[in-house]
């Protein structure tokens, strides 16, 4: 058995504008790097950290917290090393702390002879990403691990499903440089939304879970809508709205905040679409003084991977 891994934790995409907490999927280029190794000397050390300035302690870190999670269960002989290299920055939206959080708990399950399924290295990954974001979601969790487009059916009990990805499907993410952390995000959301829109979300929901199995890109757009989280999270996000108009013009079949921003995120139907809603995205925030990135990617539906 190898007492060494290097693993790929990829960017994700949660809420899926109508699935707040539920739906996400999982990006194609975009991710983080980590090393586990299996030590002689109990428990969990963090190493080394590439990229942006996290604790060190095992306790304080997001990757260190699931791994504990982990290794509390398993009782193994031994301990773990894990060296991070963050590529994804903290805050942006994309499942910075999600990935982290798979990360160490991934690779220690391939290190262990993988005791582990699926939805269980999901559930230790939760209370990493409870660290982070101060609520157990497993909305980025889970495509990250599943890849693909997931769906949290529960938290408790864990209940993931698996919804199959359109062939032409793509997406535009673009990621102004500001930090919005997830736990704010969350206090500025209502307790209590109205039966009225309750209905048209879950309507949207259900919908757009059709559309992915059924590759029916027209349903997919008539399926991208927030009308609960995105009016209260877009004040958070500089220009959403113009975004979001060029985005539409330019072809995207649906545009919304990615997980809880500041990132946002497009569906695209086919490369050319693509192109095109990455142009008109950049062209708004080049006229902004607001630092950007803006990336096409793939849906990634193989989720978290080994690397030499
Ligand atoms: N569903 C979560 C949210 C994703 O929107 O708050 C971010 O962790």
Request: glycine content about 8%; aromatic content about 8%; proline content about 5%.
């Amino acid at each position: 058995m190898k007492n060494e891994i290097r693993i790929f934790s990829p960017a994700t995409v949660a809420n899926v504008a109508c699935g707040f907490d539920v739906l996400g999927f999982c990006l194609d280029n975009k991710g983080d790097e980590m090393v586990v190794r299996i030590t002689k000397e109990k428990g969990i050390k963090i190493t080394h950290i590439e990229g942006f300035e996290l604790p060190y302690e095992a306790k304080e870190n997001v990757a260190g917290v699931s791994a504990l999670a982990m290794y509390e269960h398993a009782k193994p002989d031994g301990g773990f090393e894990i060296e991070i290299y963050k590529h994804i920055k903290p805050g942006s939206g994309i499942g910075s702390s999600a990935a982290s959080a798979v990360g160490s708990v991934f690779a220690m399950n391939e290190l262990l002879g993988r005791p582990y399924n699926k939805t269980q290295l999901t559930y230790f990954a939760m209370k990493g990403e409870a660290l982070a974001s101060k609520s157990e979601h497993a909305d980025n969790l889970a495509p990250a691990i599943f890849g693909g487009f997931t769906l949290v059916k529960s938290t408790l009990p864990l209940d993931i499903l698996q919804i199959p990805t359109p062939l032409d499907l793509y997406a535009t993410i673009i990621h102004p440089q500001i930090e919005i952390k997830t736990s704010e995000a969350r206090e500025i959301l209502p307790k209590k939304v109205l039966l009225k829109d309750a209905i048209t979300q879950w309507a949207n929901v259900g919908s757009l879970v059709h559309a992915l199995h059924t590759s029916d890109y027209k349903l997919i757009h008539r399926s991208l809508q927030d009308i609960i989280v995105e009016p209260y999270r877009k004040q958070l996000i500089p220009h959403f709205d113009d975004v979001k108009f060029a985005a539409m013009e330019a072809g995207a079949l649906g545009c919304a905040i990615s997980g809880s921003g500041p990132s946002i995120f497009t569906l695209n139907k086919g490369m050319e679409v693509t192109k095109n809603v990455k142009e008109a995205i950049e062209f708004i925030y080049s006229k902004t003084n607001i630092d950007f990135e803006v990336h096409n990617s793939k849906i990634n539906t193989q989720g978290i991977k080994i690397i030499n």
